[in-house]
């Protein structure tokens, strides 16, 4: 049962436009969210995150919205960039570990 | 700065055969948490370990255990290999329990193989 869903396994965008990564939730008890980006051959490396009590991080280039009642979250990337082409994963904090989505691949084309 | 060091990078094994990864945490962390990513799927977390003890379980199987030491480094150990244990395995560490609610930091993964 996959309780974070990410639907799209990959986008493709125009650099120097916005790129919007989805994520989709079914436990409502989740009450933390974080993106992670991924580069062939490296570990996971954190992004950004987002509390339930918060409906929009913003850091730099990068803001999360959170939408607890259609338990939905995005990341926007604006202005996209060559080198944000990554897998990203959102995940959402379950006590002592993370519960990740399968991941999008993000190819940002110059 | 240092990062979450893991060993080997890659590793080829046999059925049937064992195998053990080994994970530096970022020094001052005392969290350590194990994750395994098969191919095109998402990491599963598998277990972590707080202050040496086991502080929470995923879905890892009996033939696998793992321990965190004294010094924080934590391996994971896997017997009676099958194909399907091939994966890539991350380990990642953080402050406290309460890693998650900063962020997790991971290592470059290890690699298994199994034929």
């Known amino acids: 049962d996959q309780q974070v869903k990410q639907n799209s396994p990959s986008l493709s965008v125009q650099e120097g436009r916005i790129s919007i990564l989805n994520c989709d939730y079914t436990n409502s008890m989740f009450d933390y969210f974080l993106w992670y980006k991924k580069y062939p051959a490296e570990g996971p490396t954190f992004l950004i995150s987002i509390s339930s009590i918060k409906d929009k991080n913003e850091d730099g280039r990068f803001t999360v919205f959170l939408n607890k009642s259609a338990k939905h979250l995005s990341l926007h990337i604006v202005p996209s960039q060559p080198g944000d082409s990554a897998v990203y994963f959102c995940?959402?904090?379950?006590?002592?570990?993370?519960?990740f989505g399968q991941g999008t691949e993000l190819s940002v084309k110059p | 700065a240092a990062g979450v060091i893991q060993s080997p990078r890659h590793l080829i094994k046999e059925k049937r055969e064992t195998a053990t990864l080994k994970c530096y945490p970022i020094p001052r962390h005392d969290t350590v948490y194990w994750y395994q990513q098969g191919p095109g799927q998402d990491p599963q977390f598998l277990i972590s370990?707080?202050?040496?003890?086991?502080?929470d379980k995923g879905s890892i199987p009996d033939r696998f255990s793992a321990q965190q030491f004294s010094d924080y480094h934590s391996e994971l150990n896997m017997s009676s290999l099958e194909l399907g244990d091939s994966a890539l395995y991350f380990c990642a560490s953080s402050t406290g329990l309460a890693g998650p609610t900063g962020e997790l930091f991971f290592g470059e993964g290890s690699r298994l193989t199994v034929l």
């Open positions: 370990f707080y202050e040496k003890m086991q502080s």
């Open positions: 995940a959402a904090a379950q006590g002592g570990k993370l519960i």
